[in-house]
């Protein structure tokens, strides 16, 4: 497979699932459906569609998604596809709300090649064939917060920067504004799994931003646990200031 092949398919089928999702978010609200079971049902839309599409595309590649069980096989393959099929799920199944999204990323021989995030409700796909966009400096910095959990060494990463907050909800529309120019900073320090980040990273490494763990650390996938628990993604210039205060 060509580098173009893979970054179209990803592209491709997180766009797709991206619209099934819009499908089936027209019967939130619905009488008497449970608001647990329409999320859990939505996720699960978006887990098949996705095996499946990948499987018809690259019949010999492997899965690891957050909705499917995790087959060690994929630790001894060349090619891994790492899915989250709905990051955001309680913005999901909020009325009007845009920040969620799709993650469908590539994992090949151990290094992470290929990445996209659809954001459905937005209409826009990210893609690690989208590239260096540019990235223009912002007077006060913006970083990107959880509206729910602020952990303690971003709010002082945060503080240190005398930053403006704007509160997101998932990982990958918090990633994505910092990739297209609404925020400067996202760090997260409070928990997260490969699949939650694998297709972030991607694109905002494409796009020329800096992205590592908070300790500076490379981001490694397809690994025997998923647990990645923290994340930096941010301007270049700003991650020596960054690391140093989510270091301490």
Same mark, same amino acid.
């Given at each position: 497979m060509t580098r173009t092949t893979d970054e179209q398919a990803a592209s491709d089928v997180a766009t797709a699932a991206g619209v099934l999702l819009l499908e089936h978010r027209k019967t939130l609200g619905d009488a008497g459906l449970d608001p647990a079971q329409f999320k859990n049902a939505a996720d699960q839309l978006s887990h098949e569609f996705i095996v499946a599409e990948l499987a018809r595309r690259f019949p010999g590649d492997a899965v690891l998604s957050e909705e499917g069980a995790d087959d060690t096989a994929r630790l001894s393959a060349d090619r891994v596809w790492i899915v989250d099929p709905l990051d955001?799920?309680?913005?999901?199944?909020?009325?009007?709300?845009?920040?969620?999204?799709?993650?469908?990323?590539?994992?090949?021989?151990?290094?992470?090649?290929?990445?996209?995030?659809?954001?459905?409700?937005?209409?826009?796909?990210?893609?690690?064939? $989208?590239?260096?966009?540019?990235?223009?400096?912002?007077?006060?910095?913006?970083?990107?917060?959880?509206?729910?959990?602020?952990?303690?060494?971003?709010?002082?990463?945060?503080?240190?920067?005398?930053?403006?907050?704007?509160?997101?909800?998932?990982?990958?529309?918090?990633?994505?504004?910092?990739?297209?120019? $609404?925020?400067d900073v996202y760090a997260h320090a409070g928990g997260q799994y490969e699949w939650d980040s694998a297709a972030p990273v991607a694109v905002a490494r494409a796009a020329g931003l800096h992205v590592s763990r908070i300790d500076g650390s490379e981001l490694r996938y397809n690994q025997e646990n998923p647990w990645l628990p923290d994340l930096l993604i941010c301007r270049p210039e700003l991650a020596a200031t960054a690391l140093e205060e989510l270091g301490r």
């Open positions: 955001g799920t309680r913005e999901y199944g909020e009325a009007g709300r845009s920040d969620w999204a799709v993650h469908v990323a590539l994992v090949e021989k151990g290094s992470l090649t290929v990445g996209a995030v659809a954001m459905p409700a937005l209409g826009v796909t990210y893609s690690s064939a $989208d590239g260096d966009g540019g990235h223009s400096s912002a007077t006060p910095v913006r970083v990107v917060v959880s509206r729910t959990r602020r952990p303690e060494p971003v709010m002082r990463m945060a503080d240190s920067m005398d930053a403006q907050l704007i509160e997101m909800g998932s990982a990958g529309a918090k990633a994505m504004a910092v990739v297209c120019g $609404d925020a």
